[in-house]
Structures are given as structure tokens and as C-alpha cells.
């Protein structure tokens, strides 16, 4: 079945350093892929998405590109500010698995991000 | 404002008991799902309905079950509750699965 693996947490940073969190897949077919983040006592946004092989999501200074030959999904930032702690969530969703689980989001665990001033 | 609402927002209820937590959305989405979130463990399907009259199991559905009468309206039950059901459980919805919306969540506690 499909699958997605973050890279451990936490990850702690300083205000203005370089974000890199690591999101790799397994899927049956030609998935869709989310980053999605969850402030402390909210709901989950999404962040930024990408439908198809070498597009790139961006959002709010936050960038991903989707990499079929490497089954990948990172996200980055170039310079992150203390706002950005949050929880951040890697997922996928597959439009046609079958018919039996039509567009069902896959999530990753999850990393939990600080950054202090 | 477009989008779903869920409740109760929180509650604490005692183990054996039977709750329904409930989820409307207002978009006219077809596919709709109930995620619950763990520490450590991310977002895992417990139940899903691709359109108004069929449901299907995720990942973890035991001891929850579903219904969808109509579009606006997917409820998730608790038939007997325990204490592993303790969680943060979130409504979705879909229309063609490229964007997803998420309820705010219920926030259970079983004692």
C-alpha cells in the first residue's frame, strides 16, 4: 500500500537558518503530494502541493519539488522565523487507486519544528 | 464561510459509552474522510466515503463506525468507548482529491 516516511524529529533552528525536512514515498500509481502544517491548537493547512513529476509547490517562502526518480517531496526554506514552529505533515493522495479509496490522504508522521529567536 | 464544521469541540467521556462526533461541510465535496492524530503516529484513516450512500475502512476502524445519508453529513460513532480511542479527531473532504479541506477537530478524551 502507499506510504510516506518524514525525517525523524524534532528539528530545532535558529531564526534565520536553512530548513530542510525530508519526505520519501511509496505509491501504487502517480500520486498527488501535500506538505500540510498544524500550528499549535489548529487544525491542519495546507502549505503547498504538487500534482505531477518536477513541479515545484511554493508557498509562504517554503518550496518542494516533486521527484518521481527519487520518490521524493522535501520541503525547504531558506530562512526560517520563529512563527514557522509548527508541525509539519508530508502526504499523498492517489485519484484512481482502484476505486476502492478514491483520493484518501496518506500522511506522514509528522515533524515537529522550533525555531527560536 | 465555506467549509466543515465539527463537533463537539472537546469532550471527556467514560469508557463503555457511546459517542457520535459530528461533521458538516458545506461545498458539495463528494469524498469525505475521518482522520484521527496521535503523537508520533500522524494523521490514520479510520473511515472514508466517496460519495453520499457508500462508505468504506481505513487504516484503524475498529471499534468506529460511519454513515453517510446525504453529501453535507458524515458522523463517526463510538459504539463502546476505551481508553486507546483518546485522540484528536479530524473530518476531511474532497471533490476531486486535489485539494483537501480539514475540519478544526474534536478533541476526545476516554476515562
Known amino acids: 500500500g502507499d506510504s510516506v516516511t518524514q525525517m525523524e524529529g524534532p528539528v530545532t533552528l535558529s531564526e534565520e537558518a536553512f530548513l530542510t525536512i525530508n519526505c520519501t514515498y511509496t505509491?501504487?500509481?502517480?500520486?498527488?503530494l501535500f506538505w500540510y502544517v498544524q500550528y499549535p491548537g489548529e487544525g491542519l493547512q495546507l502549505l503547498l502541493k504538487?500534482?505531477?513529476?518536477?513541479d515545484k509547490g511554493s508557498n509562504k517562502g517554503f518550496e518542494a519539488t516533486y521527484r518521481k526518480e527519487t520518490t521524493s517531496f522535501h520541503l525547504e526554506k531558506g530562512s526560517v522565523q520563529v512563527s514557522d514552529s509548527a508541525v509539519y505533515f508530508c502526504?499523498?493522495?492517489?485519484?484512481?487507486?482502484?476505486?476502492?479509496?478514491?483520493?484518501?490522504?496518506?500522511f506522514g508522521q509528522g515533524t515537529i519544528l522550533t525555531v527560536h529567536p | 464561510i465555506a467549509g466543515i464544521t465539527q463537533a463537539p469541540t472537546s469532550q471527556i467521556l467514560a469508557a463503555g459509552r457511546r459517542m457520535t462526533l459530528r461533521c458538516t461541510q458545506d461545498?458539495?465535496?463528494?469524498?469525505m474522510y475521518w482522520y484521527r492524530q496521535d503523537l508520533g503516529l500522524g494523521l490514520r484513516l479510520i473511515h472514508y466515503?466517496?460519495?453520499?450512500?457508500?462508505?468504506g475502512k481505513g487504516e484503524v476502524p475498529d471499534g468506529y463506525s460511519v454513515s453517510r445519508a446525504n453529501t453535507d453529513d458524515f458522523p463517526l460513532t463510538l459504539a463502546s468507548a476505551v481508553p486507546s480511542q483518546t485522540s484528536v479527531y479530524f473530518c476531511?473532504?474532497?471533490?476531486?482529491?486535489?485539494?483537501?479541506?480539514f475540519g478544526s477537530g474534536t478533541r476526545l478524551t476516554v476515562v
Open positions: 476531511a473532504s474532497t471533490d476531486r482529491g486535489y485539494g483537501y479541506t
Open positions: 502526504a499523498l493522495s492517489e485519484i484512481n487507486a482502484g476505486g476502492t479509496s478514491y483520493g484518501k490522504l496518506t
Open positions: 466515503s466517496n460519495t453520499a450512500g457508500t462508505t
Open positions: 505509491a501504487t500509481g502517480y500520486p498527488s
Open positions: 461545498m458539495r465535496h463528494n469524498a
Open positions: 504538487a500534482t505531477k513529476a518536477d
